[in-house]
T-cell receptor
Framework: GIQVEQSPPDLILQEGANSTLRCNFSDSVNNLQWFHQNPWGQLINLFYIPSGTKQNGRLSATTVATERYSLLYISSSQTTDSGVYFCAVGPNDYKLSFGAGTTVTVRA | EPEVTQTPSHQVTQMGQEVILRCVPI?????FYWYRQILGQKVEFLVSFYNNEISEKSEIFDDQFSVERPDGSNFTLKIRSTKLEDSAMYFCASKLGGTGAFGEGSWLTVV
């Protein structure tokens, strides 16, 4: 199956700081999504981004499919951004393989 | 905004018992999934369902597991005889095209 590696595994930020999370994957994909898992365990879909760049408020993401990586940018971080960020990829619509996640802690 | 709903939110069951986890996907979605997440670990794919049949399943999805879409709205995951290692958060997801949605999860504790 497709291997997904996320870095860094842990990230501690001061409120207001910017950060970049990275996702590398081992094979061509037609599906790539970023999720945020909040402290209550809910998985929130942030971006569907198999290629290109998207922005949603303080979050943006870029996927360079030819080089098999994706980046998630968090700007002006807030304490509510804390949680685990997962990258998930798949060759098609039928299956997603998740990375191990990046645990983000934003301190006030 | 439409959302995927799951019930129960938390269930405790005795080892060996049957469990049914229920999901109501978003109404116009065509692809349905179950994933699980053991505490502290990554989310793992279990099964996908499209056009009233399983389209793909993982090695985890053995004969103890089954899925069903008994009517036009529900999508269920049945675990026939639960084991301790089935304790996990189970997520249902659905999608139409590119963007999908996950439910809030059903936390299953097997004792």
């Amino acid at each position: 199956g497709i291997q997904v590696e996320q870095s860094p595994p842990d990230l501690i930020l001061q409120e207001g700081a910017n950060s970049t999370l990275r996702c590398n994957f081992s094979d061509s994909v037609n599906n790539l999504q970023w999720f945020h898992q909040n402290p209550w365990g809910q998985l929130i879909n942030l971006f569907y981004i198999p290629s290109g760049t998207k922005q949603n408020g303080r979050l943006s993401a870029t996927t360079v499919a030819t080089e098999r990586y994706s980046l998630l940018y968090i700007s002006s971080s807030q304490t509510t951004d804390s949680g685990v960020y997962f990258c998930a990829v798949g060759p098609n619509d039928y299956k997603l393989s998740f990375g191990a996640g990046t645990t983000v802690t934003v301190r006030a | 905004e439409p959302e995927v709903t799951q019930t129960p939110s938390h269930q405790v069951t005795q080892m060996g018992q049957e469990v049914i986890l229920r999901c109501v996907p978003i109404s116009n979605h065509l692809y349905f999934y179950w994933y699980r997440q053991i505490l502290g670990q990554k989310v793992e794919f279990l099964v996908s369902f499209y056009n009233n049949e399983i389209s793909e399943k993982s090695e985890i999805f053995d004969d103890q597991f089954s899925v069903e879409r008994p009517d036009g709205s529900n999508f269920t995951l049945k675990i026939r005889s639960t084991k301790l290692e089935d304790s996990a958060m189970y997520f249902c997801a659905s999608k139409l095209g590119g963007t999908g949605a996950f439910g809030e999860g059903s936390w299953l504790t097997v004792v």
